[in-house]
């Protein structure tokens, strides 16, 4: 039998798991990218406002991890916004996607 563990953090082993992020994992990424750009910071100013790591910073903005309820508080305080609000500007990213994806549809039949 061939068992593939995973280790390191949660937000790693969730990834190793499912091989497809999913929508709203990835549209929060694009959220945090565009509010980090619209203040003018690096991902490195980000992180070190956020208290988390640079590296990690551009795996969520590329939706390749989920980040964890106290990341989202980390990085919603560096934002200066709450966290709902920070949830909240990934779903609507992604309603917006899927809202666009079905006009596309619409026009290609």
């Avoid at 280790?7 to 798991?17: C, E, L, V, Y």
């Avoid at 565009?34 to 990690?56: F, M, P, V």
Wanted: charged share 20%; net charge positive.
């Amino acid at each position: 039998m061939n068992t593939k563990i995973a280790t390191g953090p949660p937000a790693a082993r969730q990834d190793s798991i499912d091989s497809v992020p999913s929508p709203l994992v990835q549209s929060f990424g694009i959220g945090i990218r565009q509010l980090r750009k619209a203040r003018g910071w690096s991902q490195e100013r980000l992180a070190e406002n956020s208290n988390l790591n640079r590296s990690y910073i551009g795996e969520i903005e590329r939706g390749c991890v989920i980040a964890s309820l106290a990341t989202v508080e980390k990085l919603a305080i560096a934002l200066k916004l709450t966290p709902s609000a920070l949830l909240t500007r990934g779903e609507a990213i992604r309603q917006m996607h899927l809202h666009r994806g079905a006009q596309l549809m619409a026009i290609a039949c």
